[in-house]
């Protein structure tokens, strides 16, 4: 029976982290240690690298992901509860506000520009160039 292994990080967020044999490891081609050295250290890489990670994982992971899981609930009650109604009343009173300066500027800042802009639409201006 052939087993198969289940992809943990289907959306690829630690691709940055493989790190195989080949990856850390290469030899060029005038300079290569003996074959059997090169395989024992490939095993010897992989076989440390599985079982600190599967150490670690299982001393720190129950720990760490209760710990992730808290601090994710923590932001998600923080943003429910406090940051989204504290932004919709501040777009709420922005489109108040803007109602206000709309306003503001429709009764006195319009009126006092047509002003100057008629004032200042019979003002001609013409050259007359000497050339001397």
């Known amino acids: 029976m052939a087993s198969t292994k289940q992809d943990r990080d289907p959306n690829g967020?630690?691709?940055h982290i493989q790190a195989d044999f080949k990856d850390v490891f290469?030899?060029?081609d005038g300079t290569q240690s003996v074959d059997c050295v090169w395989d024992t250290s490939q095993q010897?890489?992989?076989c440390s690298k599985n079982c600190c990670y599967n150490f670690l994982a299982v001393l720190c992971g129950l720990c760490l992901a209760f710990f992730w899981g808290f601090q994710f609930a923590c932001v998600a009650f923080e943003h429910v509860w406090c940051l989204t109604p504290a932004?919709?009343?501040f777009v709420i009173n922005c489109s108040a506000m803007q109602k206000c300066v709309g306003n503001l500027v429709g009764c006195v800042l319009a009126p006092l520009c047509e002003t100057c802009g008629?004032?200042?639409s019979n003002i001609t201006i013409q050259h007359t160039g000497n050339k001397g």
């Open 13 to 15: 967020i630690n691709v």
């Open 26 to 28: 290469a030899e060029s």
């Open 44 to 46: 010897c890489f992989s």
């Open 87 to 89: 932004i919709k009343i």
């Open 118 to 120: 008629l004032m200042f």
